[in-house]
């Protein structure tokens, strides 16, 4: 079992960036998965959550109408979808499994991709 976010990089404040997360030894479909964040020196926060069904999504209220969360369960990937970046953006990001979709308890970690915007 493996979670793995890719996508991070640099980009100046207003840009955009796509992360993925890419499950592998088995299928993510029927759980609900999130998004979180750890900036230097910070704690982990939530950043966005989305149902099994793929119907819900939740994001934190710093980053509502500015990222999006989706899932292509054909492909067991999760994607987070990021605009208008602001340097408080910069963080480590995290794909996670949760252990439901309402709340952000999480079951399962994946790795993190490092996004880092200037400005």
């Known amino acids: 079992v493996q979670l793995q976010a890719f996508g991070g990089g640099l980009v100046q404040a207003g840009g955009s960036l796509g992360l993925s997360c890419a499950a592998s030894?088995?299928?993510?479909?029927?759980?609900?998965m999130g998004w979180f964040r750890q900036a230097p020196g910070k704690l982990r926060e939530f950043v966005a959550a989305i149902s099994a069904s793929s119907i819900n999504t939740r994001e934190e209220d710093s980053v509502k109408g500015r990222f999006t969360t989706s899932r292509d369960k054909a492909k067991n990937t999760l994607y987070l979808q990021m605009n208008d970046l602001k340097p408080e953006d910069t963080a480590i990001y995290y794909c996670?499994?949760?252990?439901?979709?309402?709340?952000?308890?999480?079951?399962?970690w994946g790795k993190g991709t490092l996004v880092t915007v200037s400005s």
């Open positions: 030894g088995r299928t993510f479909g029927s759980y609900a």
């Open positions: 996670a499994i949760l252990e439901s979709y309402s709340e952000n308890l999480v079951a399962y």
